[in-house]
Nanobody, 119 residues
Framework: QGQLVESGGGLVQPGGSLTLSCTSS????????LRWYRQAPGEQRDLVAA???????HYLDSVKGRFTVSADNAKNMMYLQMTSLKPEDTAVYYC?????????????WGQGIQVTVSS
């Protein structure tokens, strides 16, 4: 089964930046959707950003213009670059790969990594 591992989280002050990385044990080029989710304390898990079919991107409205999702197929990694961070961005962030071009339905999740934005 595929494994995903997030890294790059931590504590940052408001207005600061962090880049999260997600390393996949399988080729990410074969997955239809590459996604980042987050779950804040006491909140439901929300979709933050996604790459669909390797071209189209989607962002949660509250992070548009501040977050950038990208992928490096050669390294089997995906990234979430976060700038102008706000306290409300504090959450556990998860990467997710779902579906392949062959039509099967794998659903791989990372363990999650904490991002805390605080003065």
């Amino acid at each position: 089964q595929g494994q995903l591992v997030e890294s790059g989280g931590g504590l940052v002050q408001p207005g600061g930046s962090l880049t999260l990385s997600c390393t996949s044990s399988e080729s990410i080029a074969r997955f239809m959707t590459l996604r980042w989710y987050r779950q804040a304390p006491g909140e439901q898990r929300d979709l933050v950003a996604a790459i669909i079919a390797g071209t189209t991107t989607h962002y949660l409205d509250s992070v548009k213009g501040r977050f950038t999702v990208s992928a490096d197929n050669a390294k089997n990694m995906m990234y979430l670059q976060m700038t102008s961070l706000k306290p409300e961005d504090t959450a556990v962030y998860y990467c997710n790969l779902r579906g392949t071009v062959l039509g099967d339905s794998p659903d791989y999740w990372g363990q999650g990594i904490q991002v805390t934005v605080s003065s």
